[in-house]
């Protein structure tokens, strides 16, 4: 059986972010399913996290499509409301959850990246001056023609990790331009299955029937 990472979360008792972070680290196997999620086997799930008695009651309760119905895989995965099975509001609803968890860790993803960013912008301005010192060493070096080699594997060695912190900054960068990429497009998903959930709730009975 296939699980979804929250589903995964819910039945080892432990976070979403945590479950998505040991993901992440390839702490167990996981594949894209046919929708684009990524799921887990439940015998991948045992092996890595074992198989107490609470673990297997939730597996038996998610198998027998309990957990489903009564909302209990996780407080912010499942609507509060019992839902008619494999109706098209069942359906939106569950998805646009599904786009909410995700947008939350993307955010959640983003918000340590600013973190990241600003940790790296302070070494770019500790690299600028840096820079600056080892040009005005230049300029005595040449003033006074002095050839030491010592001075020389020093300025190499500084060249180098100024290129190294410049590199890594802009990966960084690069990174952070592209989960913001990403969560930009989950927005934009989450408000359009908003308002298709919105107007499927504002039909009446004869609308729904009859389209």
Not at 31 to 55: C, F, P, Q, T
């Amino acid at each position: 059986m296939k699980l979804s990472m929250e589903q995964a979360a819910h039945i080892v008792g432990k976070s979403k972010k945590t479950i998505y972070n040991h993901k992440d680290a390839h702490k167990f196997s996981w594949e894209i399913n046919e929708e684009g999620n990524a799921v887990i086997d439940a015998s991948e799930l045992i092996r890595v996290y074992g198989s107490d008695k609470l673990i297997t009651e939730r597996l038996e309760e998610l198998q027998t499509g309990q957990s489903v119905n009564n909302s209990e895989i996780s407080q912010n995965y499942t609507p509060k409301t019992i839902l008619k099975k494999g109706s098209l509001i069942e359906e939106d609803y569950i998805e646009l959850i599904k786009l909410r968890e995700e947008k939350k860790y993307k955010d959640e993803k983003i918000s340590d990246l600013e973190t990241e960013k600003d940790k790296w912008e302070k070494l770019a301005q500790e690299a600028q001056s840096t820079t600056q010192k080892i040009t005005l060493l230049l300029e005595d070096h040449t003033k006074k023609r002095d050839s030491d080699s010592e001075w020389q594997k020093s300025f190499k060695a500084l060249e180098n990790r100024i290129a190294n912190q410049e590199k890594e900054a802009k990966e960084r960068e690069e990174k952070e331009q592209k989960l913001l990429d990403e969560n930009r497009r989950i927005k934009q998903a989450y408000s359009k299955q908003k308002k298709a959930l919105e107007e499927e709730k504002s039909k009446s009975v004869w609308q729904r029937l009859f389209g």
